[in-house]
């Protein structure tokens, strides 16, 4: 580790940044003989929706799932909230060589309801409050509750859970410490987890204007993941002996934009994530930002992927005394949201893990 100065324009929120690293830490300067760095500099996105330990061929190893961390650190994801995962990838929390990853253990889903062994799979619906309790004890701090899935007895997406089993389920997260998100894609289920006391929402392409109204007097999240939601058309191509469902998905999917547009308007915080694991890859979180900046803007959009996640889960920004890890870029992506796809240098917790500085 070198010491380092770094100084340009923060773009996310347009002001001018000095910053010291020494120890791999952020530290009072100046520092005698600091090498020298300048650009537009951010925290650091933060992808709030991956799956570390899944890919398109299911379960991966553990060698696999580091590979997946350090794609996702390359890319400017200096952190991870992983919404689930069929690993257990918890000798990745923690290093310095990797970003930082908060997990939320395991999908809670019922039989026959969601992806096959991505999550646990609950026979009686009456088990979750139970579950949660044990995922309490796998997760970093989160649950993840799968909200809505295809019903093939009904042909379309359903709820999975009735609401007095979900506002007990949740509670029992909350009273553990945890806070709870929710697979959602349509409108049903919504109402029952916000009346539940869920914490975000992951896709939420259901919301409607009554529940974007109650999901921002709660203080509720939304995660979009946008470059997912544009897989719906070829969900429904290949839904054939499910034509309701599929047209649901086309609809759900042409709304999509105007939702999100108008969860912001209504004072919902959004952010960044790329739903990566399945079927996207790990190491997009640029291109999920830029396709956030072309519904909200890109200095909103950049806010959302970085300062704001940041604070959401916790983590310093440019705080004396914290590991430090940034971006830097070297033109503004004010001006060419496409250069966020070419960090010019990536450091976490003092290490240069892309770029070089000297």
């Excluded at 100065?5 to 000095?18: L, Q």
Aim: glycine residues 12%; contains cysteine.
């Amino acid at each position: 580790m070198i010491n380092t100065r770094v100084g340009g324009v923060d773009p996310a929120t347009g002001e001018r940044v000095e910053l010291w690293i020494s120890g791999g830490r952020f530290v009072d300067g100046p520092i005698a003989d600091a090498a020298e760095l300048t650009g537009f500099v951010l925290p650091g996105f933060v992808d709030a929706h991956c799956h570390v330990g899944y890919s398109a061929a299911g379960a991966a190893t553990l060698d696999e799932a580091e590979l997946q961390a350090r794609t996702n650190l390359d890319a400017g994801a200096l952190a991870l909230r992983d919404c689930g995962s069929p690993l257990d990838t918890r000798p990745l929390v923690g290093r310095d060589d990797l970003p930082v990853l908060i997990r939320a253990g395991r999908h809670i889903a019922r039989t026959k309801r969601y992806i096959r062994e991505l999550g646990v799979d609950l026979h009686d619906p009456a088990e979750l409050p139970g579950e949660v309790a044990k995922q309490l004890e796998y997760g970093d701090g989160w649950i993840k509750i799968v909200g809505d899935w295809i019903d093939r007895s009904v042909g379309d997406l359903a709820p999975l859970w009735p609401d007095d089993v979900l506002a007990e389920a949740i509670a029992v997260a909350h009273a553990g410490g945890a806070r709870v998100t929710t697979h959602v894609f349509g409108e049903d289920a919504l109402p029952g987890l916000l009346a539940a006391g869920v914490d975000c929402i992951e896709h939420g392409t259901g919301l409607t204007d009554e529940t974007i109204t109650i999901a921002a007097q709660r203080g509720v999240h939304l995660v979009p993941t946008v470059i997912n939601i544009a897989n719906f058309p070829s969900f429904a191509d290949a839904a054939t002996k499910f034509p309701i469902y599929a047209g649901h998905m086309r609809e759900l999917h042409r709304r999509n934009a105007a939702m999100i547009r108008d969860a912001v308007d209504a004072g919902i915080r959004i952010h960044a994530g790329t739903d990566a694991g399945g079927y996207i890859a790990h190491g997009r979180v640029a291109d999920e930002v830029i396709a956030m900046a072309e519904l909200i803007g890109i200095r909103q959009a950049l806010l959302a992927a970085s300062h704001s996640a940041r604070e959401w889960l916790g983590l310093p920004i440019y705080d004396i005394g914290a590991a430090a890890d940034l971006v830097l870029y070297a033109a503004d992506p004010l001006g060419d949201p496409g250069v966020l796809r070419h960090p010019s240098v990536v450091i976490r917790a003092g290490r240069v893990a892309r770029g070089s500085v000297g």
